[in-house]
């Protein structure tokens, strides 16, 4: 019990899109908390405390040979990969590739009763609720292939915004089945947080709430502002804590629902103008 329960010493965790931004951060903290740390990305990574393996999530063969190399126990899956609407295969990099990576591993018993699976969403995923009906057919597809097959048919959902709601929709129908393997998935939905990927898209990324940031006289977040949250969610010290959407945004989402802070674009994400 104690402090102990937030550390990771013993443990093996996974960033999955750690080579930079938030997923580098998250890499850099379970280093420093006592994790043997695993990065697979797209990219090569600078941190000299991990071991990396090179992957990309739109290809299947590619994540199948990463894990392969990875080999088990995976104690904490951190899900941290990032692109920008209208890249080349987002729907699969932003959630069909890290759906896939996440149930072969756990199928392939690479991932232990008692092990955590963090995701990092995004605001931009508000409102999947009110949206359930329609990503229901999609998260029914049973593989990689039919899940690309149903976005194929479906062109328009091929979006940055469609993929963040199904990783939400997704961690909360599975955080059933999940814990009765013993495993527990938790997201975090980030505001604006500065990353090379959204200096790359500032106007949009980091002007989104500018008005609310300046207003309170805060920055957008850092990096580690977002991997402090989503290392506590699969920490023993979150062990009850399973299923959830944390805003990390430094509370423009809940002051635009209520009114304290004029913010139509949320209430009308979350169906509610």
Known sequence: ????QFRY???????????????????????ELGAE??????LPSANTDATVILMDLRDRASIDAALATCGGPIDALFMCAGV???????????????RHLVERAIELGMVPRGSAIGVISSVAGLGWERALPELTPYLDTQSFESGSDWISKHPDKATYSWAKQAFLAY?????????????????????PTDTPLARANAETWLGFAADYREDLGVPAASAEDQAYPLVFLCSGAARHVNGISFVVDAGYVSSGLTGSWDAPFIKSMMGLE
């Open 84 to 98: 920008a609407d209208g890249s080349p295969g987002i729907e699969r990099a932003l959630f069909l590739g890290q």
């Open 37 to 42: 740390v695993v990065i697979m990305d797209v």
């Open 1 to 4: 019990m104690g402090i102990d």
């Open 9 to 31: 010493d013993g443990r093996r965790a996974l960033v999955v899109g750690g080579a930079s931004g938030m997923g580098f951060a998250t890499a850099q903290l379970l280093s």
């Open 171 to 191: 961690t909360a129908r599975q955080a059933y089945p999940f814990a009765k393997l013993g495993i527990r998935i938790n997201a975090i939905l980030p505001g």
